[in-house]
């Protein structure tokens, strides 16, 4: 047969056909595997492997199945045969497939012209959105989420939205935009989310974003290189070159400062300058350039000049110039459980930064979410973290709601508060663009509640709504993770039925496939979703149902087929790298990006957090070690950005 060429993902049966070239008859054809049985991705198909008789009318057919789960460059299947011929004698044959696997294909958008957008007020600028594909090939069903009416002030497009039947191999899908800013504009950020489906026919979703601004005519702007954030570790150093320039072909002159330079912050200096310039042009030839050095325990900040200038039809003006700068960059979110310490419940988030080797270091507590004794779910999502803490009204601690705090320039926790209704017993929490998933245990029966999310990314309570336990009937809910079109749940009747649902949701019920997963030897108390190679799978974190706070537990790996669905699970074990008194008190287990951390340990008070491996070959864990050290009471859960 034609050679056979699947992307990642997709599966494809292929039909082999036996027949006599004499117009006799054959008895007793069986496939003859080689040795070491058939190559990655191929399987054999329900309908075995022989054959009792086979005619010159072809009544034998068998069939393979070939599934690629990782790239394969172009090979050769070979599978040999025996039968006997109609006198009785043995005989031998084979039969070639040629194959490969192609890696599946990325949506890739991009802003023509490239680079900020860079507006001058009453004057138009023309942006072309460009969607393509990394490797040329066709992706589909190019949809554009948000709406184009409500994009910020100054931006239009004449489209009313963007959807593409198919896009890639030199049909590239184009969305028009217009920025026609009518006032001063600091830098933003204008940001367009899609979905797609990739060349395996798996529905992807995705962000573009443009930074823009927008510049009085004839004015002149100070613009930093590096853009951006400052960061420089204490004892390291960043150079920054500030330039003048004006917005258009106006022109500026006697460009001077106006801040005094021994009034800057502290861990800045000047290098050198030029300034005062006598005239400002285009190229950046009237500039100065700083040093940024921060010194131990310097809080993030801005630096501000202020500047002075003439314009080209003689007016003074002024302007400012703006830096942010960090000298920490915390890139992990451990949440703390707490205890009593001193006569007080104590509990919240540590924020950790990353050391040379990549492990979580500097960890310090996240100030406004202490005290929160029970912090023990975390989720971020768009520029803000989301805590579940776990609160039990019989045991004198008051249901709590869900705290929703901004993410700083340098990245740590600030104006955290509760949002939305309150949760007695929260056990799970899960946040997409479709909202925040609540998982609760009031009077002791597990529910899911939905709550969309409001502007600046809060809870709305008005929009609450807890699922009917008929969803999940005959079990409760006992973990929950998000997708971006959906979520997927864990349930158990602790009992004899254990299922696993992948859920959408778009009304006010979702609507869910069931994998079951047996008898629950182990019940499942956390998951996380990810992707290895170009397959996605499931991973969950479950101890055992005999003895759940005193046995090893295990993390089982599912796998999810194009549309988000599971496909199938493994046995499950421990993480390779652990001893089984290492995963006893599992906390969380969550996927960041080629990576899973893994909160466990002997006790609740001795948990540690592990960073394992995820093999792009097979989804596979490997080589778990210890992340770092986190100085918690009670380690619980964990986030990174």
């Known amino acids: ?179 026609l800013p009518s006032a001063f504009t600091p830098a933003s950020t204008l940001a367009l989310r899609y979905r797609y489906r990739d060349s395996s026919g798996r529905q992807q979703s995705a962000r573009v974003t443009i930074d823009y601004s927008a510049l009085a005519p004839n004015t002149l702007v100070a613009v930093s290189s590096p853009a951006g954030m400052i960061r420089a570790r204490p004892g390291a150093s960043q150079q920054v070159t500030l330039a003048f320039l004006p917005s258009d072909s106006g022109g500026a002159g006697n460009v001077r400062l106006i801040t005094d330079l021994k009034m800057l912050p502290p861990g800045w200096t000047v290098k050198s300058s030029v300034l005062p310039c006598a005239q ?90 202490w005290p929160g004794v029970g912090a023990s779910s975390i989720a971020l999502r768009e520029g803000h973290a989301y805590i579940g803490a776990y609160a039990n009204q019989r045991q004198g601690r008051p249901a709590r709601a869900v705290t929703v705090c901004d993410i700083a320039d340098d990245n740590a926790l600030t104006g955290c508060a509760d949002s939305g209704p309150v949760f007695d017993q929260l056990i799970g929490l899960g946040i997409n663009r479709l909202g925040a998933f609540i998982l609760a245990t009031p009077v002791d029966y597990p529910q899911l509640t939905h709550c969309s999310l409001a502007e600046g990314g809060r809870l709305d309570p008005a929009s609450c709504n807890t699922f009917s336990i008929a969803v999940f009937a005959p079990v409760a809910p006992t973990a929950i993770t998000t997708s971006e079109t959906g979520f997927y749940v864990v349930g158990s009747n602790f009992a004899g039925v254990q299922n696993l649902y992948s859920c959408r949701f778009d009304k006010e019920e979702p609507d869910c496939k069931v994998f079951p997963l047996g008898y629950p030897k182990y019940i499942v108390q956390r998951m996380s979703s990810g992707q290895a190679g170009d397959r996605r799978y499931l991973y969950l974190a479950a ?58 340990g002997p006790g609740d008070d001795s948990r540690k957090i592990y960073r394992c491996a995820i093999d792009q070959q097979t989804g596979d864990l490997a080589g778990c070690a210890s992340a770092g050290e986190v100085p918690g009471l009670v380690n619980s859960a964990i986030a990174r950005r």
């Open 1 to 179: 047969m034609a050679g056979l060429a699947l992307y990642v993902g997709q599966a494809r049966q292929v039909a082999l056909h036996f027949g006599t070239s004499d117009g006799g008859t054959a008895s007793d054809l069986a496939l003859a595997f080689p040795e070491g049985g058939l190559p990655a991705g191929w399987t054999v198909a329900g309908n075995g492997i022989r054959c009792e008789r086979v005619d010159a009318g072809g009544a034998c057919e068998l069939a393979l199945n070939y599934a690629p789960a990782a790239v394969a460059a172009p090979s050769v299947l070979t599978v040999p045969f025996t039968f006997r011929n109609n006198r009785g004698e043995g005989g031998a044959g084979s039969m070639s497939v040629g194959y490969r696997a192609l890696a599946a294909n990325a949506a890739v958008a991009t802003a023509d012209p490239a680079g900020p957008v860079r507006g001058v007020v009453g004057k138009s600028s023309a942006v072309t959105l460009v969607f393509t594909t990394n490797d040329g090939s066709v992706a589909t069903e190019l949809h554009l989420d948000d709406k184009l009416a409500d994009l910020p002030a100054g931006w239009s497009s004449d489209s009313s939205g963007l959807d593409c039947a198919a896009f890639g191999a030199g049909n590239d899908c184009r969305l028009g935009l217009r920025y």
């Open 280 to 369: 400002a042009g285009s190229q950046g030839d009237c500039s100065m350039t700083l040093v940024y050095a921060p010194g131990e325990n310097q809080p993030a900040g801005r630096l501000e000049l202020d500047y002075a200038y003439t314009d080209a039809v003689g007016r003074k003006l002024a302007g400012k110039a703006d830096i942010a700068y960090a000298s920490h960059d915390f890139r992990a979110y451990v949440t703390d459980f707490g205890d009593f310490r001193n006569g007080a419940l104590v509990g919240g988030v540590r924020q950790c930064e990353l050391d040379s080797a990549g492990k979580l270091a500097g960890c310090v507590k996240a100030e406004s979410t």
């Open 543 to 600: 101890a055992p149902l005999a003895d759940p706070g005193k046995a090893a537990g295990t993390v089982v790996k599912c796998m999810l087929d194009a549309e988000g669905a599971v496909a199938g699970c493994d046995q499950g074990g421990i993480p390779p790298g652990l001893s089984p008194g290492d995963f006893i008190r599992i906390g969380d287990i969550s996927v960041d990006g080629a990576a899973i951390d893994l909160v466990a």
